[in-house]
């Protein structure tokens, strides 16, 4: 829905007047007469006239000067067949382009970019991860506070039967062509694949009686919980840095319906992750990828 537009000056005849009148006494104490038929009143009245007719016209946009401001944003009017389109449709035509974001400032504008960007290659992206800080390594020595803005993307591709799907170097490539031609002055920005911490589930389960749980299935539910790409609490891929819980793995196993109850879960990693007494610490920037998943299943 258009914004309504504004009124640059709403003052009418009678209130113009009204301001001409009492502006007399201060400027002219001799002058005592007010009456409509005073000369000087009817050229006071003139001028309200005169200025309400001038405020009528300042809050006119002529057509010369809509096509100028659509110029500017980069929308001309299409021509067919030697006529140009007319005025209202190509206004409309500028506004649906603006609905979307044109520059890359907020997360959720890098995100939306970026999606696009790997669409147009074919390679629909599955998640964004976006980061600003400070790249000090590009500031003088002397002025760590000058470091210009870094913008870092972590993108991860929409490859469901990959185990650690990463972007390609042609899709950083066209990622970044793209989004340095949207960005802020002075910001850089850098797109790479996610890192993978190796977490290693032990797993022994108890079936319940008649159920037939096979080994596969409990394997099946631990990656599909710490999946990048559908994992997670909420199915939307296992979040960034998010540690991984033995009291959330315990949960998610103990749900299924042929388990009776969970035996015994270890977790084991390497660098970056750690052990800690809770689970598996992960990195700010990283996703996990569940290697080796090894399960028992006793009646």
Do not use: K
């Amino acid at each position: 829905m258009p914004l309504p537009l504004p009124s640059l000056d709403d003052r009418t005849f009678d209130q113009l007047l009204a301001e001409g009148r009492a502006l007399i006494p201060r400027y002219s104490a001799a002058w005592t007469n007010h009456n409509p038929s005073d000369p000087g009143i009817t050229l006071v009245e003139l001028f309200a006239y005169v200025t309400e007719a001038a405020l009528y016209q300042l809050d006119q946009v002529p057509a010369a000067s809509v096509e100028q401001f659509l110029r500017l944003l980069g929308a001309t009017r299409e021509r067919t067949g030697g006529e140009a389109e007319p005025l209202e449709q190509a206004l409309a035509r500028a506004l649906a382009a603006l609905v979307g974001p044109t520059r890359a400032v907020t997360a959720a504008d890098f995100d939306i970019l970026a999606r696009a960007a790997a669409a147009r290659m074919g390679t629909p992206l599955a998640r964004t991860a976006f980061t600003l800080h400070r790249d000090v390594a590009c500031a003088p020595p002397d002025h760590p506070e000058q470091a210009p803005s870094a913008a870092l993307i972590i993108v991860v591709p929409d490859e469901p039967d990959t185990p650690r799907p990463v972007p390609s170097a042609a899709l950083i490539r066209a990622l970044l062509g793209a989004l340095r031609e949207r960005c802020p002055l002075a910001t850089r920005v850098q797109v790479v694949g996610p890192e993978y911490v190796r977490v290693g589930v032990d797993v022994a389960v108890v079936r319940r009686t008649g159920s037939g749980l096979q080994p596969a299935v409990v394997e099946q539910a631990v990656r599909a919980f710490l999946d990048p790409l559908r994992g997670g609490t909420e199915g939307a891929g296992w979040p960034f840095g998010r540690p991984v819980y033995y009291s959330e793995l315990f949960q998610r196993l103990e749900s299924l319906a042929p388990v009776d109850h969970v035996e015994r879960l270890a977790l084991e990693t390497s660098p970056p992750g750690a052990s800690t007494s809770e689970g598996i610490a992960i990195p700010p920037w990283a996703l996990v990828a569940a290697d080796p998943v090894t399960v028992q299943v006793a009646d």
